[in-house]
């Protein structure tokens, strides 16, 4: 069974860091893509940031460009997700997700199937 596990949320001013992980368990990952996906008070899920199988390729929301970064350890199961310059309209809850099929490379939100139980992030003004 497929477990993820995030860490690393919680309250930031304005304009300061946060590094969110996701430790993955249950089987091998590394021929997965794996995400970041968050939702807001009284929103839709949104996509944040994907990252293929190998790592080589990386998608971020225009949102998340030029601040966030994704990156993976395949040796540890374990996606990352560094967060600079928060601003308040990232508050929202950050969930990790593995894709459904096997070398998916892409953003989609109905291509992850697995998902973490999500945490927090709240940026205050």
């Known amino acids: 069974q497929v477990q993820l596990v995030e860490s690393g949320g919680g309250l930031v001013q304005a304009g300061g860091s946060l590094r969110l992980s996701c430790a993955a368990s249950?089987?091998?990952?590394?021929?997965?893509?794996m995400g970041w996906f968050r939702q807001a008070p009284g929103k839709e899920r949104e996509f944040v940031s994907t990252i293929s199988w190998t790592g080589v390729r990386t998608y971020y929301a225009d949102s998340a460009k030029g601040r966030f970064t994704i990156s993976r350890d395949n040796a540890k199961n374990t996606v990352y997700l560094q967060m600079n310059s928060l601003k308040a309209e990232d508050t929202a809850v950050y969930y990790c997700?593995?894709?459904?099929?096997?070398?998916?490379?892409?953003?989609?939100?109905?291509?992850?199937?697995?998902w973490g139980q999500g945490t927090l992030v709240t940026v205050s003004p």
């Open positions: 997700a593995v894709s459904r099929d096997p070398y998916y490379s892409g953003y989609a939100v109905t291509a992850f199937a697995s």
């Open positions: 249950g089987r091998t990952f590394s021929n997965y893509a």
